[in-house]
């Protein structure tokens, strides 16, 4: 073939080529749209597969979670919040917030505002349960904000009651073990560790004019009945006087057993030594009466020491020293009495009645 028959032959082809290449791009192009399009299908049906898992995650937990608009109007709840009010779901969609609410509404409102106003709110509530019992929530309102503008709130209400339960048994067995650690297991009273702290409370409460007065008790003849009777008597005996020393003050005053047969009275107010002479006699005579152990009776007798705020120590402990000595020289005696602290040159006030020594 000539040049020229090659020239002609060009100039057909040319367009042909031409137009076979637009066909396979074109191809290519048509290929990767509908390749597109499957990819964003396959997208689409991903994304409503995993809103798929997250609805039914949110059916499956136990606690409640639903979703208000600004009109706090209904558009999700899940199925414990459902469960909880006994609403289908078409009843509780659309609903507003006051009329499923009932009287908690009014209770809520504060949160509901403050939430739709941008802050985020969590508070604890107790509600009556249908069977009558009472279930502790805690509740968080999470504002749900888009371009500065809240467009509603989350809701999540958690059922809190089987934690409320353990921290209620939590500080039953707190308050036990301090009752234990503070507290005589025998007559209830309060033990030798809170008698510094009683003084120095009622040191603290003092008023000017007036004075505290510390008695330091002990028991005459407590052993001997004890020898005799055995120690069941004995505790009932301690438990007996326990019980009239409680009788014998008054609501401010504390009396506390040291251990023993040995007791502490701490008076308030006290405005003179008459006063607390009048207090000590009493002790005494609610004290000595007898006391039926089984089908015994014991009579037991008791010496009491004095200190007196400020007038003999302003130290808690010099005030317990002080009484001590005080009821110590009466017990030398052998007959049940009262002595003032700082008295130990002078006869002690003593029972008229013989009383066991």
């Known amino acids: 073939m000539g040049q020229r028959g ?12 031409a137009r076979l290449r637009s066909t396979a791009t074109n191809r290519d192009q048509i290929g990767a749209h509908f390749k597109g399009e499957e990819t ?9 597969d995993h809103c798929q898992i997250a609805l039914a995650a949110l059916d499956r937990i136990p606690a409640m979670v639903a979703y208000w608009n600004a009109e706090q109007i209904c558009l999700y709840a899940n199925n414990a919040y459902r469960d909880w009010f006994g609403k289908s779901p078409d009843q509780i969609i659309g609903s507003s917030m006051a009329e499923l609410l009932g009287p908690l509404y009014a209770l809520n409102l504060p949160y509901i505002r403050a939430a739709l106003a941008g802050e985020e709110q969590i508070f604890e509530r107790t509600i009556s349960t249908p069977q009558g019992g009472i279930r502790y929530s805690l509740a ?3 504002p749900d904000v888009s371009d500065g503008c809240v467009r509603g709130i989350f809701v999540h209400v958690a059922d809190v009651s089987p934690l409320k339960a353990l921290e209620q048994e939590l500080q039953a067995a707190k308050a036990r073990a301090e009752r234990l650690a503070t507290c005589d297991p025998l007559t209830g ?8 702290p009683s003084i120095a409370q009622a040191i603290g409460v003092a008023k000017d004019q007036d004075m505290i007065a510390v008695l330091s008790l002990d028991l005459n003849g407590f052993k001997q009945i004890n020898d005799t009777y055995g120690h069941v008597a004995g505790d009932q005996v301690l438990q007996v006087v326990a019980t009239r020393l409680q009788c014998a003050v008054r609501e401010s005053d504390t009396v506390l057993r040291l251990g023993g047969d040995e007791f502490i009275v701490v008076t308030l107010g006290v405005k003179s030594r008459r006063s607390v002479q009048c207090l000590a006699e009493r002790i005494l005579a609610m004290v000595s009466q ?15 020491g004095i200190a007196l705020y400020p007038e003999d120590s302003t130290c808690p402990a010099e005030l317990l020293r002080k009484s001590d000595v005080a009821m110590y020289g009466v017990k030398k005696l052998g007959r049940q009495g009262y002595a003032f602290a700082g008295s130990e040159h002078e006869e002690p006030w ?3 009645e013989d009383n066991p020594p």
């Open 290 to 304: 007898p006391v039926c152990c089984g089908t015994q009776w014991v009579q037991p007798g008791s010496s009491i």
């Open 189 to 196: 009273l309060p033990n030798r560790s809170r008698l510094e």
């Open 350 to 352: 003593a029972d008229s």
């Open 140 to 142: 968080t309102y999470t």
């Open 40 to 48: 964003m299908q396959d997208s689409e049906r991903a994304v409503q």
């Open 6 to 17: 090659i020239m002609k032959l060009d100039t057909r082809v040319a367009p042909l080529s």
